[in-house]
């Protein structure tokens, strides 16, 4: 396995592409990182992800692997080292259970909220806010979702608190809560104090610059 | 594997996916029929209080929510009749279009839940979809899973019997078997699979309800 290439698709400022990069230096796998000038999409892109047509792929030995948490448990079954998901099949299941209620719960709203305007907005911060008072529920008192040290949901959502804190600047609204989610809050911050996923993040106030742009385009400009 | 319970719908098609995984491994289980739409137990609520829903796997008093996690924690623990490959690139692509299948169940049944114009949109939405699963997810293969059935003919075992259901009810043909001959193929060898054929649901009494079901859509899209 370790003899094949393995290269990654990505784009600066996508994080989705950021969690396989933090996989990738946690596992210390050495990679080629080609970065897509979206939306503008690479003959390459289209070929190695035909059905969706979007970044992150991995390709390794030739063969491509889109889906960001697709590629999460790949990178875990073809590289032994530094295990992101845990051994325990019931524990390996809620960490499986938590990311995807990150990607199907607190994403969609957080976007909502980032996106509407009015009582419409207020509606999806509201959602937002009880989404990751859900989310603290599976942090519970742990350091990390990954225990002591970080793990497959930790690696799936530690961006999630800087992100979050730019759609509420941008489009004026509330949704970390301090009083409301207080263990999920240090969270926000003690996994981007681990030094390989603090080292891996993209520029602040470049990513900052193009959410601003993105909220122009689709909300005209007012919140 | 010590007492397994699963809460369910009979209706469902997630359920039927853990159903199915269960037979084919020959897992003892006891069922638990859920009234999870209109009148959700105390026992449901305290198993899936995230998403209050079925099917939930409860091993050992443990409970497990979301099929596709479910059919990985079963996988786990009990790999007699593996749903996956050994290949970490097979397992990745049969996680691949298991994401794809839920990703798209909305879009895929929004034809039963509309009429007229919006129907008409729907279908076609659906039927775009197919047409990548057939062309890219199942090509020329036996089954999704390659020559034997794996997750994600499981995650599409819906195609089988839900879907002529709701066809013959909203009174639209999504699937044409002249246009998706080998998805059309795949269903009758997937059907014919006594694991399948032994677990399905009564026909008639699926008409019945997904009649009542398709009325109760339309009348809330009307108010």
């Given at each position: 396995m370790s003899g094949e290439t393995v290269k990654l698709l990505g784009h600066w400022a996508s994080p989705f592409a950021l969690r396989v990069i933090w996989a990738l230096k946690l596992k210390e796998i050495e990679y080629e990182y080609v970065g897509e000038d979206l939306p503008n999409k690479s003959p390459l892109l289209l070929e190695y992800n035909?059905?969706?047509?979007?970044?992150p792929v991995l390709v390794h030995g030739g063969k491509p692997i889109a889906e960001s948490l697709v590629i999460l448990e790949y990178l875990d079954e073809a590289w032994?080292?530094?295990?992101?998901?845990?051994?325990d099949p019931y524990e390996r299941a809620q960490a499986r259970f938590w990311a995807r209620f990150v990607d199907e719960k607190c994403m969609p709203s957080i976007m909502s909220a980032f996106t509407k305007k009015g009582e419409e907005k207020e509606k999806a911060a509201k959602e937002a806010r009880e989404n990751f008072k859900i989310l603290e529920s599976g942090l519970?008192?742990?350091?990390?979702f990954g225990g002591e040290s970080v793990g497959f949901v930790d690696i799936a959502a530690g961006w999630i608190g800087l992100w979050t804190r730019m759609v509420e600047e941008i489009a004026d609204v509330n949704i970390i809560d301090t009083a409301m989610m207080p263990l999920l809050e240090s969270w926000f911050q003690r996994v981007l104090q681990v030094p390989i996923l603090k080292e891996c993040l993209p520029p602040q106030d470049k990513v900052l610059e193009r959410f601003k742009g993105f909220h122009k385009f689709l909300t005209g400009g007012s919140s | 594997m010590a007492e397994v319970t699963l809460l369910g719908l009979w209706p469902s098609p997630f359920v039927y996916r853990v159903i199915w995984a269960l037979k084919l491994k020959g897992v003892e289980y006891e069922y638990v029929e859920e009234d999870a739409v209109y009148n959700k137990s105390d026992r449901l609520l305290e198993y899936n209080?995230?998403?209050?829903?079925?099917?939930v796997l409860v091993h050992a008093g443990k409970p497990i929510a979301e099929s596709a996690v479910i059919l990985e924690y079963i996988e786990e623990t009990r790999?007699?009749?593996?749903?996956?490959?050994?290949?970490p690139h097979q397992r990745a692509l049969a996680r691949f279009w298991t994401k794809f299948g839920e990703d798209k169940s909305i879009a895929l049944f929004t034809f039963f839940i509309t009429e007229g114009e919006e129907q008409v949109k729907a279908t076609k939405e659906a039927q775009e979809y197919l047409r990548i699963l057939e062309e890219h997810?199942?090509?020329?293969?036996?089954?999704f899973g390659g020559d034997e059935i794996g997750m994600a003919d499981f995650e599409f075992g819906?195609?089988?019997?839900w879907l002529p259901v709701m066809e013959q009810i909203a009174g639209?043909?999504?699937?044409e078997a002249e246009s998706f001959p080998r998805l059309h193929a795949w269903i009758q060898r997937f059907k014919e699979l006594p694991t399948i054929k032994q677990n399905l649901p009564d026909h008639s009494a699926m008409l019945t309800y997904f009649k009542d079901r398709r009325a109760f859509f339309l009348a809330s899209a009307k108010s």
């Open positions: 035909p059905v969706h047509k979007k970044i032994k080292h530094n295990p992101i998901l845990p051994d519970g008192k742990k350091q990390f | 209080p995230v998403h209050k829903k079925v099917p790999p007699h009749n593996p749903l996956l490959a050994k290949d997810g199942l090509g020329n293969k036996k089954f819906w195609l089988n019997l639209v043909k999504v699937m």
